[in-house]
């Protein structure tokens, strides 16, 4: 079973920035893809990003294309998030995600192993 350890939530102002990093230990193989879900209050969770393990292929949910970036460190396994021009309605615990399935399957039921989340709050 790998571990993953988010980082990097806290309180900003709308239109700033954070960088979220998720830590993986234990031992993964070769096309474990990783990835970013949110859950906002009342809400279920929901598909953020994913990457492939190599890195070379991202996706993103439209909420938040082209002011989220996903990338990844292998040397380091680390995934990270990083959320520019951030709204109110992206406040929620983010979790960091990953499995051996395909990328683009963002079916919560299709991630074997989760962090334990980390609260991103935008203020307006």
């Known amino acids: 079973q790998v571990q993953l350890v988010e980082s990097g939530g806290g309180l900003v102002q709308a239109g700033g920035s954070l960088r979220l990093s998720c830590a993986a230990s234990?031992?993964?193989?070769?096309?474990?893809?990783m990835g970013w879900f949110r859950q906002a209050p009342g809400e279920e969770r929901e598909f953020v990003a994913t990457i492939t393990w190599t890195g070379s292929i991202t996706y993103y949910a439209e909420s938040v294309k082209g002011r989220f970036t996903i990338s990844r460190d292998n040397a380091k396994n680390t995934v990270y998030l990083q959320m520019n021009s951030l709204k109110p309605e992206d406040t929620a615990v983010y979790y960091c995600?990953?499995?051996?399935?395909?990328?683009?399957?963002?079916?919560?039921?299709?991630?074997?192993?989760w962090g334990q989340g980390t609260q991103v709050t935008v203020s307006s």
């Open positions: 995600a990953g499995g051996y399935g395909t990328y683009t399957d963002v079916r919560i039921k299709m991630w074997r192993d």
């Open positions: 234990g031992r993964t193989f070769g096309n474990y893809a």
